[in-house]
């Protein structure tokens, strides 16, 4: 009974001392005294996406694509579209986005080059 005592009164200061520690969350940039917060949302790649799907559509209409090619397409597409989705859960950062926009980017010349073959 008596090292019960004799310990939990020598870990008390050690744990109160680490509460507040624990508490003090700051942001890398610095800013906003120390709170973090999100970072501002930038626009998504989703209206260059929805065209890409256009795209897709129009060529598989006018057969300029193939059933499994579109199928390929848009599996692709719908990718990105998760990896925007992930990521956007704090926010994207500018080279997120510019590294979705590349994808996008590659997607559209690919499809592109299928339709016009």
């Known amino acids: 009974m008596r090292i019960a005592a004799i310990t ?5 200061p050690a744990l109160a ?3 507040p520690a624990t508490a003090q969350i700051r942001d890398p940039a610095g800013s906003n005294a120390g709170w973090s917060m999100p970072r501002p949302a930038l626009p998504g790649v989703g209206p260059d996406l ?5 795209s897709i ?3 598989r209409k006018a057969g300029q694509l193939s059933r ?4 390929q397409l848009r ?3 719908r990718r990105i579209a998760a990896v925007e989705a992930r990521l ?3 926010g994207l950062s500018e080279s997120e986005r510019e590294g979705l926009q590349r994808q996008v ?3 559209r010349s690919v499809t592109s080059a299928r339709r016009g073959r």
């Open 17 to 19: 001392g680490a509460a």
């Open 105 to 107: 980017e590659a997607l």
């Open 75 to 77: 599996r692709e597409e």
């Open 57 to 59: 559509r129009n060529g």
């Open 8 to 12: 939990a009164l020598a870990l008390s």
């Open 88 to 90: 956007a859960r704090d």
């Open 68 to 71: 499994s090619e579109a199928r």
């Open 50 to 54: 929805r065209q890409v799907d256009r």
